[in-house]
């Protein structure tokens, strides 16, 4: 049996394209004691995968290039696990068979996925990494209380789409900024009060302070960047800043992103800017999955998609969702 | 009885001069119910008012400069204070004698100064305001813990070489950075580990680097602008920052204020970073005084002043303390 795997063929310089990954083919592995074979089923591609393909990141040339999925147990060497089980982790990778040591010392990143409540592939959206980020970095950094005013950048994504609908939920007024009309109006359909689109504003700053006359109470940011600039010029005091990702300049060495120094402003509010990376928060995951799996089957939240197939298109959908072209979280399906 | 009183004549562009100000002379005001005159003994001059001079920021032309000081009460139209007791506060302002009213409706900012244990300029240093921001930032939004690697800008200024010696008290290892050695060698004098002169350094970042190899755990920072950039690359994980001060780049409007973003460290590192500003902690203020001043009399806080004589002077104390020329926390005696 062949396994088809995308392995990274050179490392990013700047703009992406597709002769960054070339498609190898090797025999299908044998699972060894403790270990799972699994038949990739879904494949998700997310933002922080970028910082993985540049030099010094860590991913040598020729290997197989990482990402998080959904697969079902073909054979399985592990006694908690069956043939027929749904596994998800970070480490499935682009190919179709992965194998997977799911007792891995350290916190296990292999997940038995309950297909009850929930199709596969929700475990890489909503039930999965996005909506954990969402959960933990808007209600535990960004901290909303009834009758804030959040924004949330990058708002229609995997990401912002949850975190702005557990504002809502959490009594605040919500704007979202993205960069299409069509993504904004899902955005006001799953409740947010207010949208910008930041492509059609010469002056993003003023757009959001006319959007939010008393300021800015919760910046739930996934793009960094001049939209960065643009929200924390309008913070409001005693705001609560979380970083969760830099889209927006991704392709930009940390050390070329160049802007506006929140200082002035951080002191006239004394505004808290954190960093944030989902896996610090790991053993609240049960507590935040039950709750988005309630919010989800009493309706009060919804996701959208966005699904290419077939594993010869996953890195076409891995540049798709850098540049902004999906409408919904980007999955791929094999 | 005549009073001289700073005034002044034009709002702030770019660098400062002393034309900025004008010397008035009028009749001491009398105090009326629930006042006091006091005759100014020491004046205070503070990187915060910087931002007083700006255009817009609420001072009138002609009006008279605000600043914290200390007077001598010589008439009291108010129970509570009799002739000879000594006051502080933060609008006692540029002048030869000062109509204050201690109890003004909200928080009261007139402090009765107790000379016994320290002289009466010490309510505008270490057991005032500037003593108050290194006690708060450091132990309350820098929350060192020991063994952790504490860096502070300006730091042989007045909060800076009190803000280094707590994060010492707290168990760290401390750098200071200021841009003389005559500064930096007063610096290791009262404890500071290691000393950086950001004058001297043609790659700030990268010297940051050498004297914390374990990354940074608390930055304290009152310069902003490049040196503040120059500490963010180097912020180790969990990193705590407080912004408390810009004075390096006052000058600039804060439109103007460029420099690198941080979110890509910020997320590698989840640091959080607070903006400061010291009357938000008023209600803990006499916990803070009481530990400052038994860490002073037991001789393990050390502090140094710059004099300067003569309301005439303060104008020109102002200036030289804005260019770093001041050598230990500025003052004016009258």
Not at 11 to 22: D, F, I, M, P, V
Request: charged fraction near 20%; charge should be neutral; include cysteine.
């Amino acid at each position: 049996m062949r396994n088809r795997q995308w392995v990274l063929a050179s490392h990013a310089q700047g703009t992406l394209n597709e002769s960054l990954w070339s498609l190898a083919e090797a025999d299908v592995l044998r699972p060894a004691s403790g270990q799972i074979l699994v038949k990739t089923l879904w494949l998700s591609v997310d933002p922080y995968m970028r910082g993985r393909l540049n030099a010094g990141a860590g991913m040598q040339l020729g290997s197989l290039m990482q990402g998080g999925g959904v697969g079902e147990v073909v054979e399985s060497n592990h006694p908690g696990w069956k043939i027929g089980d749904i596994a998800e982790g970070p480490d499935v990778g682009w190919q179709d068979y992965a194998v997977l040591t799911p007792d891995l010392p350290g916190a296990s990143k292999v997940n038995k996925v309950d297909t009850r409540s929930a199709p596969p592939q929700a475990a890489l959206s909503w039930l999965g990494m996005p909506g954990l980020t969402a959960y933990f970095a808007m209600l535990d950094v960004g901290r909303p209380r009834p009758g804030d005013t959040v924004v949330v950048s990058a708002a229609a994504g995997a990401v912002g789409q949850i975190a702005g609908q557990l504002a809502r939920l959490a009594g605040c007024r919500v704007v979202g900024i993205a960069g299409s009309d069509r993504k904004l109006d899902w955005c006001k359909t799953i409740g947010f009060d207010e949208t910008i689109n930041y492509k059609a504003m010469p002056d993003l700053a003023a757009e959001v302070g006319r959007c939010c006359p008393g300021g800015v109470n919760v910046f739930f940011d996934g793009t960094g960047g001049p939209i960065h600039d643009a929200v924390m010029k309008n913070l409001a005091t005693g705001a609560r800043v979380a970083i969760v990702g830099r889209v927006a300049v991704a392709n930009n060495p940390a050390g070329e992103d160049v802007g506006l120094r929140a200082s002035s402003r951080l002191i006239a509010t004394r505004a808290v800017v954190q960093g944030f990376v989902v896996y610090d928060w790991w053993n609240r995951r049960d507590e935040a999955l039950q709750r988005l799996a309630a919010w989800h089957a009493s309706g009060e939240l919804k996701f959208r998609e966005d699904v290419m197939n077939g594993l010869e298109n996953v890195p076409r959908a891995f540049m798709r969702m850098m540049g902004g072209e999906n409408f919904g979280k980007q999955l791929v399906q094999l």
